[in-house]
């Protein structure tokens, strides 16, 4: 059964503090989306990736935060140096992603829960 | 500016009625739009789908209508299951542009026995 794969699950850091997110995508899904959900904003769209391409990252703070792909089963979100508002919960999306009409499907990984304290 | 819009930040239904959740879009771009339920602890899962060539479709007792004129869509639950408490969320997406799946703030549905 296929499925996004997100790690860590849970993870506590001191402010300032470097946090590492990876996500395995749904192989042969050409699209990563990064999340953020907090109680205020929902679901907040981070990053995307089409073919490890990033195409938007205008929702990161690009001072702290970075996306990459370094190959097509990996998708990386990092923060340095971490804050206390960066806590929430940080999904991973992935889907196969054609074009206009194409019943296109998008897939969500089980999320990593972050708090910096 | 909040493209993807879920007004209602909860309903609760007894089970076996029909629920109605809606959702409205300000972005005339967007032309596909799914939903997806949610439970506490997990990540969202994807429910339904419909572009924008369709104004209906249907999925057991899922169904999602779309009026492009009113920039407005919504899922009915028919009959509604205590199962389906969850929080769910509406989102859009550009095929073909910016392709970015954008999402609403989400609704949570309680369903009473």
């Known amino acids: 059964d296929a499925r996004v794969t997100q790690t860590p699950r849970d993870k506590v850091t001191e402010m300032g503090q470097e946090v590492t997110m990876r996500c395995q995508p749904i192989?042969?899904?050409?699209?990563v989306f990064w999340y953020r959900q907090t109680m205020m904003q929902g679901l907040e769209l981070l990053a995307y990736?089409?073919?490890?391409?990033?195409?938007?990252d205008s929702g990161m703070p690009k001072d702290r935060f970075s996306a990459e792909m370094p190959d097509a089963t990996l998708a990386t979100l990092k923060i340095q140096p971490s804050e206390p508002r960066d806590s929430a919960v940080y999904f991973c999306?992935?889907?196969?992603?054609?074009?206009?009409?194409?019943?296109?499907?998008?897939?969500f990984g089980e999320g990593s829960w972050l708090t910096v304290v | 500016d909040q493209q993807v819009k879920q007004n209602s930040p909860s309903l609760s239904v007894q089970e076996g009625r029909i629920s109605i959740l809606n959702c409205d879009y300000t972005?005339?771009?967007?032309?596909?739009f799914l939903w997806y339920k949610k439970y506490p602890a997990e990540g969202p899962t994807f429910l339904i789908s419909?572009?924008?060539?369709?104004d209906k479709n249907e999925d057991g007792r899922f169904t999602v209508f779309l009026n492009k004129s009113a920039k407005h869509l919504s899922l009915h639950i028919v009959p509604s299951q205590p199962g389906d408490s969850a929080v769910y969320f509406c989102?859009?997406?550009?095929?073909?542009?910016?392709?970015?799946?954008?999402f609403g703030k989400g609704m949570k549905l309680t369903v009473n026995p």
């Open positions: 990736f089409r073919n490890r391409a990033p195409l938007d």
């Open positions: 999306a992935s889907g196969l992603v054609l074009g206009a009409y194409s019943g296109n499907t998008i897939y």
């Open positions: 419909i572009s924008s060539i369709k």
């Open positions: 989102a859009a997406l550009h095929q073909g542009g910016s392709e970015k799946l954008v």
């Open positions: 192989l042969g899904h050409n699209t």
């Open positions: 972005n005339s771009m967007f032309d596909y």
